[in-house]
């Protein structure tokens, strides 16, 4: 059973063309996560949504927008990809602002914009 | 705002070597702080955590961290690495809804 899964695993896509990321929990959790990690490991938060409401927004380009149907999916949807979007982003869920168990973190999704 | 700095950017040792990496945090309110660990190619997952209690925290596979809130402190420690040790190294520092990320620590280890 995986926690935090990912699709895709792996993307590859031309420069300007419109992707999504789709992120599930079954951990029960009531907030979820979007993190980017750049080239050089380091990682940044970019969305939080706390039962389906949207908690945390970082400087983030408007061509980036999360969407959470239901507690269990945040996906990541991102308009005109550009070169510098490519990065592995990472999905991650918590329950209670993760005080008693930390953040569960997804495998990633790799994405190289061509 | 809040930050953390984890002060090696690449430590190289070899195996049965003693390993401590430092992070320091710029935060003085009530804090959580995390280590996780991403070994290559693979997501990252949570070694250990300190919430409030003993300041001494033990974790998995041999890891521990101490707590020193007057240096705003919370430095990983291995007695003993092995190979399969080899990954990266991420400190995090929570408040209220935000996990914010150290920068990392690539840690080497030699056979």
């Known amino acids: 059973d995986t926690a935090v899964s990912q699709t895709p695993k792996y993307l590859v896509t031309q420069m300007g063309n419109d992707k999504s990321i789709k992120c599930e929990q079954n951990l029960g959790h009531d907030t979820m996560y979007w993190y980017k990690q750049d080239s050089k490991k380091f990682l940044k938060i970019m969305f939080s949504y706390n039962n389906k409401e949207l908690i945390i927004n970082e400087t983030v380009p408007n061509r980036f927008s999360p969407k959470s149907p239901d507690k269990a999916h945040l996906n990541l949807h991102i308009n005109s990809l550009e070169l510098g979007d490519s990065a592995v982003y990472f999905c991650?869920?918590?329950?209670?602002?993760?005080?008693?168990?930390?953040?569960?973190f997804g495998s990633g999704t790799r994405l190289t914009v061509v | 705002a809040q930050s953390v700095s984890q002060h090696n950017h690449h430590v190289i040792l070899s195996e049965a070597a003693s390993l401590e990496l430092g992070c320091n945090y710029s935060y003085g309110g009530t804090v959580n702080l995390f280590w996780y660990v991403q070994y290559p190619g693979q997501h990252l997952q949570l070694l250990l955590k300190y919430f409030s209690g003993d300041p001494l925290v033990k974790g998995i596979k041999g890891f521990e961290a101490e707590f020193i809130k007057s240096k705003f402190s919370f430095n990983l420690r291995k007695p003993s690495v092995q190979w399969s040790d080899t990954a990266e190294y991420f400190c995090?520092?929570?408040?209220?809804?935000?996990?914010?990320f150290g920068a990392g620590t690539t840690v080497t280890v030699r056979a």
């Open positions: 995090a520092v929570k408040n209220d809804y935000k996990l914010s």
């Open positions: 991650a869920s918590s329950q209670a602002r993760g005080l008693l168990r930390g953040y569960t």
